[in-house]
């Protein structure tokens, strides 16, 4: 399952249990004492009083309490050291209580050298009975800092409160001596045995220095991958500047290189499979993958680990080793940048050659057009698809399609069939663009029937509104396919049982270069784009 990667701006601690400790005060006791039931908070109780009356007489007897325990509470061992690590990685700090203000403010001087000033909100049960039912205590204290509540690290000891973090989205860190350190409960949800263990939860979630990725940070990410192709004799690792691949037995080394430059979403596995499906294009297996990971400035741990995730995630799905590579944060990118190499092997009697191609091969075309670019526009102008009249569903159904951006099943189908004579995958410029170097590296002029040309509803849907031709639209996931004419039906039936869906939408012709187009059995125009589509949205 893909995790969210985590930004930390500000951290609030629940104060009872976590910079403070008691043995003798029992948030169970309390609530007895008041009748408070043991499932609601304090607050809440309060709230639910019938009358005036009976909430200043439970506010009398819960300040009595406060004042008679707050000489309990003695500094937690790491207190004053994790707020000056906090405080000097710049981030904000928030104290919540259930205390009154004066009980809190007095528990607080014993942090010294911390001072209360430390702590930029502080939100006491005199405040929040300010504000109407309901409020969120972890909620208001991020309105208060004009921050996403997201971006916002509760810390507690506390059930209640802890509940009260996660419902409104805030990342939370529960903290219980008798749990594993820093373990995960799920997206953004912690848990640690000494506030200590917040060094490392908040590291994830702070920006980098730029320069190389920290040693350690490397090393942790990188302890995740398991390097069992025998074939790799250097695995990567700190200090280890190339990868040492054994490829003796092999009769065809097929190299590819390909940068990813505006995926952010899902980059790392944009990294993974728009080089393996250029690999795949000759007939070869894709086998070794080397990355260089470019970050810009201000980009945390946690979002390299999300990026190195999806790394792991798809060559592993399709056995691909990531065999090195380099990691920086540099503010000579604003945006992530990828750049894969990938290597795969065939024999040589097996390597498909677009030179192969001839006089009335058929042309076929897997999936549709613009796979990738419905994927890409559905993901990033989501908003702008629904202003313009798109519902949640059609733009998530968009969004689903990531999932079809390889083309290394077909490719593997057409490259067992002794009919097939080129492949070309469909990337940047869209079919129109592909079909030309397709022409072009084949060395054969090409007719197309642009009626034959597949293009799903909701592509069609999202072009039209954003004015926007799909057949110039990127379209990773879409596989051309040259084949002869008498192995044609065999192939697209070996395709479509295997849930793929393809199309014959022309066939080659003489030798030279260049697109002859019809539509409606008459000549026209073949689109040209010089840039692809995409750009004109962002």
Same mark, same amino acid.
């Given at each position: 399952?893909?995790?969210?990667?985590?930004?930390?701006?500000?951290?609030?601690?629940?104060?009872?249990?976590?910079?403070?400790?008691?043995?003798?005060?029992?948030?169970?006791?309390?609530?007895?004492?008041?009748?408070?039931?043991?499932?609601?908070?304090?607050?809440?109780?309060?709230?639910?009083?019938?009358?005036?009356?009976?909430?200043?007489?439970?506010?009398?007897?819960?300040?009595?309490?406060?004042?008679?325990?707050?000489?309990?509470?003695?500094?937690?061992?790491?207190?004053?050291?994790?707020?000056?690590?906090?405080?000097?990685?710049?981030?904000?700090?928030?104290?919540?209580?259930?205390?009154?203000?004066?009980?809190?403010?007095?528990?607080?001087?014993?942090?010294?050298?911390?001072?209360?000033?430390?702590?930029?909100?502080?939100?006491?049960?005199?405040?929040?009975?300010?504000?109407?039912?309901?409020?969120?205590?972890?909620?208001?204290?991020?309105?208060?800092?004009?921050?996403?509540?997201?971006?916002?690290?509760?810390?507690?000891?506390?059930?209640?409160?802890?509940?009260?973090?996660?419902?409104?989205?805030?990342?939370?860190?529960?903290?219980?001596?008798?749990?594993?350190?820093?373990?995960?409960?799920?997206?953004?949800?912690?848990?640690?045995?000494?506030?200590?263990?917040?060094?490392?939860?908040?590291?994830?979630?702070?920006?980098?220095?730029?320069?190389?990725?920290?040693?350690?940070?490397?090393?942790?990410?990188?302890?995740?991958?398991?390097?069992?192709?025998?074939?790799?004799?250097?695995?990567?690792?700190?200090?280890?500047?190339?990868?040492?691949?054994?490829?003796?037995?092999?009769?065809?080394?097929?190299?590819?290189?390909?940068?990813?430059?505006?995926?952010?979403?899902?980059?790392?596995?944009?990294?993974?499979?728009?080089?393996?499906?250029?690999?795949?294009?000759?007939?070869?297996?894709?086998?070794?993958?080397?990355?260089?990971?470019?970050?810009?400035?201000?980009?945390?741990?946690?979002?390299?680990?999300?990026?190195?995730?999806?790394?792991?995630?798809?060559?592993?799905?399709?056995?691909?080793?990531?065999?090195?590579?380099?990691?920086?944060?540099?503010?000579?990118?604003?945006?992530?940048?990828?750049?894969?190499?990938?290597?795969?092997?065939?024999?040589?009697?097996?390597?498909?050659?677009?030179?192969?191609?001839?006089?009335?091969?058929?042309?076929?075309?897997?999936?549709?057009?613009?796979?990738?670019?419905?994927?890409?526009?559905?993901?990033?102008?989501?908003?702008?698809?629904?202003?313009?009249?798109?519902?949640?569903?059609?733009?998530?159904?968009?969004?689903?399609?990531?999932?079809?951006?390889?083309? $290394? @099943? =077909?490719?593997? !189908? *057409?490259? +067992?069939?002794?009919?097939?004579?080129? /492949?070309?995958?469909?990337?940047?410029? &869209?079919?129109?663009?592909? $079909? @030309? =170097?397709?022409? !072009? *590296?084949? +060395?054969?002029?090409?007719?197309?029937? /642009?009626?034959?040309?597949?293009?799903? &509803?909701?592509?069609?849907?999202?072009?039209?509104?954003?004015?926007?031709?799909?057949?110039?639209?990127?379209?990773?996931?879409?596989?051309?396919?040259?084949?002869?004419?008498?192995?044609?039906?065999?192939?697209?039936?070996?395709?479509?049982?295997?849930?793929?869906?393809?199309?014959?939408?022309?066939?080659?012709?003489?030798?030279?270069?260049?697109?002859?187009?019809?539509?409606?059995?008459?000549?026209?125009?073949?689109?040209?784009?010089?840039?692809?589509?995409?750009?004109?949205?962002?």
């Amino acid at each position: 399952m893909k995790t969210k990667p985590i930004r930390i701006n500000a951290v609030v601690f629940y104060l009872e249990g976590t910079l403070v400790q008691t043995d003798s005060y029992d948030v169970k006791a309390v609530k007895a004492s008041i009748g408070c039931p043991a499932d609601m908070s304090i607050i809440g109780f309060i709230r639910s009083l019938p009358t005036a009356q009976n909430r200043k007489r439970i506010l009398s007897a819960l300040d009595r309490l406060d004042s008679e325990t707050s000489e309990a509470f003695t500094p937690a061992p790491d207190a004053a050291a994790v707020v000056g690590y906090l405080r000097l990685k710049n981030l904000r700090l928030a104290i919540f209580s259930r205390k009154n203000l004066s009980s809190a403010q007095k528990i607080l001087k014993k942090l010294a050298p911390l001072r209360i000033s430390d702590f930029d909100v502080i939100i006491c049960r005199e405040e929040l009975l300010k504000h109407p039912p309901g409020t969120n205590p972890i909620q208001l204290v991020a309105q208060k800092m004009n921050l996403p509540v997201d971006q916002v690290l509760a810390v507690t000891a506390d059930p209640d409160s802890l509940r009260d973090g996660q419902h409104v989205g805030a990342m939370t860190a529960f903290y219980d001596p008798s749990s594993p350190s820093g373990s995960n409960g799920g997206e953004g949800r912690f848990h640690i045995c000494q506030l200590d263990g917040l060094k490392n939860i908040v590291r994830l979630g702070i920006p980098l220095p730029t320069g190389k990725l920290p040693n350690d940070l490397l090393r942790e990410f990188l302890n995740q991958f398991v390097f069992d192709d025998p074939s790799i004799l250097i695995n990567p690792g700190v200090g280890e500047d190339i990868a040492a691949v054994n490829v003796a037995s092999e009769e065809v080394l097929v190299l590819k290189s390909d940068p990813i430059t505006f995926a952010t979403d899902s980059i790392g596995q944009y990294a993974v499979l728009i080089n393996a499906n250029d690999i795949a294009t000759s007939g070869a297996k894709p086998r070794w993958l080397l990355t260089t990971l470019l970050f810009p400035y201000g980009v945390t741990a946690s979002e390299i680990r999300q990026v190195i995730n999806e790394l792991k995630e798809f060559c592993q799905r399709w056995e691909i080793t990531l065999c090195g590579g380099h990691t920086e944060i540099t503010d000579a990118v604003a945006r992530p940048v990828v750049t894969g190499m990938m290597a795969g092997t065939v024999a040589r009697r097996n390597l498909v050659d677009k030179r192969n191609m001839a006089p009335g091969d058929r042309v076929l075309l897997t999936k549709a057009v613009a796979v990738e670019g419905t994927a890409i526009i559905a993901r990033e102008f989501g908003n702008r698809l629904k202003a313009l009249g798109m519902v949640d569903s059609e733009i998530d159904t968009c969004r689903r399609f990531l999932a079809n951006i390889s083309i $290394l @099943e =077909e490719a593997q !189908i *057409a490259a +067992g069939s002794k009919a097939t004579s080129a /492949m070309h995958d469909v990337t940047e410029g &869209g079919l129109a663009t592909a $079909l @030309e =170097e397709l022409s !072009i *590296a084949g +060395g054969h002029r090409i007719k197309i029937d /642009m009626d034959k040309i597949p293009i799903f &509803g909701e592509t069609r849907k999202i072009c039209r509104l954003l004015a926007i031709n799909p057949l110039g639209l990127i379209g990773s996931g879409s596989l051309l396919i040259c084949c002869r004419d008498d192995g044609c039906e065999t192939l697209m039936k070996a395709l479509r049982n295997a849930g793929i869906d393809v199309a014959c939408i022309g066939e080659v012709h003489e030798k030279g270069q260049g697109i002859r187009a019809i539509k409606d059995a008459e000549p026209t125009e073949w689109p040209q784009f010089e840039v692809d589509e995409i750009t004109q949205l962002f």
